[in-house]
């Protein structure tokens, strides 16, 4: 349909340059030109509008260069043309179109290895769970998967495994902690010195983002004793608002949201969820949903739990697919 478009525009603006070549044959000197100039520019801007797509990522983020393409087709009228022609045709044969498959038609039933190619590998993320259960199982070999996967169960693991006989799986498994802890307490130094500098409103809102994103992920890694929790709870909210006051982030609702989801304060976590819930792009909706259900979950409210799940037509994580299973009643007896 885009591509159907942008032809559209480019067969209007051929038809506008041949008609202003075409006037240039008028017995009135003057108006030929006026009415040149006038159908030439426009076809240049429609041919500049058609052509500025195509161009590397690279340079069109830069803000001359939709400019820089106009002014080479009106300025060389049939050589602009045909420069730029030549190199669409390059471009788009060296393009892959493929046919996008909705989403709804998708079965996640129907996904098998066969159809997903992945890299083999000997651990996945899936022995996390089995190494939380068996953690007199952890030597010298494993532990060093928890390297490789950071999430806050390799983080828990690693903090089990400090009582583990071996030396050397303690000692990798204390580095694997303090490694990340330092490496999130160096940025939130980093990011609180540079408040001390003066930004524009943007740049202070991307620091003002980072800092709760830190704090969140102290919390969301475990990596807080119970004595500070409440201080790092309370920076990570604050730092929140100071950045929802410079303007709205989707991420930083749903971080809020969280926050609040497990200290038990289930009406402001529902504050900041339903907002990313309502006005949130597709993706960022479907992130909210899991936080959101459990929220009414709290509150009560049985039926919008249902209806939250039904929002969700597809996911492949296996705890959120399984809670759209039970919800949905397809999970019966435990299966």
Same mark, same amino acid.
Request: charged share 30%; glycine share 4%; no cysteine.
């Given at each position: 349909?885009?591509?159907?478009?942008?032809?559209?525009?480019?067969?209007?603006?051929?038809?506008?340059?041949?008609? #202003?070549?075409?006037?240039?044959?008028?017995?009135?000197?003057?108006? #030929?030109?006026?009415?040149?100039?006038?159908?030439?520019?426009?076809?240049?801007?429609?041919?500049?509008?058609?052509?500025?797509?195509?161009?590397?990522?690279?340079?069109?983020?830069?803000?001359?260069?939709?400019?820089?393409?106009?002014?080479?087709?009106?300025?060389?009228?049939?050589?602009?043309?045909?420069?730029?022609?030549?190199?669409?045709?390059?471009?788009?044969?060296?393009?892959?179109?493929?046919?996008?498959? %909705?989403?709804?038609?998708?079965?996640?039933?129907?996904?098998?290895?066969?159809?997903?190619?992945?890299?083999?590998?000997?651990?996945?993320?899936?022995?996390?769970?089995?190494?939380?259960?068996?953690?007199?199982?952890?030597?010298?070999?494993?532990?060093?998967?928890?390297?490789?996967?950071?999430?806050?169960?390799?983080?828990?693991?690693?903090?089990?495994?400090?009582?583990? %006989?071996?030396?050397?799986?303690?000692?990798?498994?204390?580095?694997?902690?303090?490694?990340?802890?330092?490496?999130?307490?160096?940025?939130?130094?980093?990011?609180?010195?540079?408040?001390?500098?003066?930004?524009?409103?943007?740049?202070?809102?991307?620091?003002?983002?980072?800092?709760?994103?830190?704090?969140?992920?102290?919390?969301?890694?475990?990596?807080?004793?119970?004595?500070?929790?409440?201080?790092?709870?309370?920076?990570?909210?604050?730092?929140?608002?100071?950045?929802?006051?410079?303007?709205?982030?989707?991420?930083?609702?749903?971080?809020?949201?969280?926050?609040?989801?497990?200290?038990?304060?289930?009406?402001?976590?529902?504050?900041?969820?339903?907002?990313?819930?309502?006005?949130?792009?597709?993706?960022?909706?479907?992130?909210?949903?899991?936080?959101?259900?459990?929220?009414?979950?709290?509150?009560?409210?049985?039926?919008?739990?249902?209806?939250?799940?039904?929002?969700?037509?597809?996911?492949?994580?296996?705890?959120?697919?399984?809670?759209?299973?039970?919800?949905?009643?397809?999970?019966?007896?435990?299966?």
């Amino acid at each position: 349909m885009i591509l159907k478009s942008r032809h559209k525009t480019l067969i209007g603006s051929i038809t506008l340059e041949s008609t #202003a070549l075409a006037l240039l044959k008028t017995d009135i000197p003057y108006l #030929a030109i006026f009415l040149f100039l006038i159908f030439h520019f426009t076809a240049s801007l429609l041919f500049s509008t058609f052509i500025y797509p195509f161009i590397s990522s690279t340079y069109r983020n830069s803000k001359g260069t939709f400019l820089a393409i106009f002014l080479s087709v009106f300025l060389f009228p049939v050589i602009g043309y045909i420069v730029y022609l030549i190199l669409y045709i390059f471009v788009l044969k060296k393009q892959k179109t493929e046919e996008s498959l %909705p989403i709804s038609r998708i079965q996640v039933e129907e996904i098998t290895m066969d159809k997903v190619k992945v890299k083999p590998r000997k651990f996945g993320e899936s022995i996390l769970n089995f190494l939380k259960q068996e953690i007199h199982r952890i030597d010298e070999k494993t532990i060093l998967l928890l390297k490789e996967i950071k999430s806050p169960i390799s983080i828990e693991i690693a903090k089990k495994a400090l009582g583990n %006989p071996k030396d050397e799986v303690r000692l990798t498994a204390f580095s694997i902690i303090s490694k990340l802890e330092k490496e999130i307490n160096d940025r939130i130094s980093f990011l609180k010195n540079q408040l001390k500098k003066k930004h524009t409103k943007k740049e202070l809102l991307e620091i003002y983002k980072n800092l709760t994103l830190s704090y969140w992920e102290l919390l969301y890694f475990g990596l807080v004793d119970k004595e500070l929790e409440n201080f790092v709870v309370k920076e990570a909210l604050s730092y929140a608002e100071k950045t929802l006051e410079l303007g709205e982030d989707a991420e930083i609702h749903l971080v809020a949201g969280r926050i609040f989801l497990r200290k038990g304060n289930y009406e402001k976590a529902y504050k900041y969820l339903s907002r990313i819930f309502d006005r949130g792009d597709l993706v960022t909706k479907w992130r909210a949903v899991p936080y959101l259900a459990e929220v009414e979950f709290y509150r009560g409210n049985y039926r919008k739990v249902k209806r939250l799940w039904k929002e969700i037509p597809i996911s492949l994580h296996p705890n959120v697919y399984f809670m759209k299973l039970l919800w949905e009643g397809r999970l019966k007896n435990g299966r």
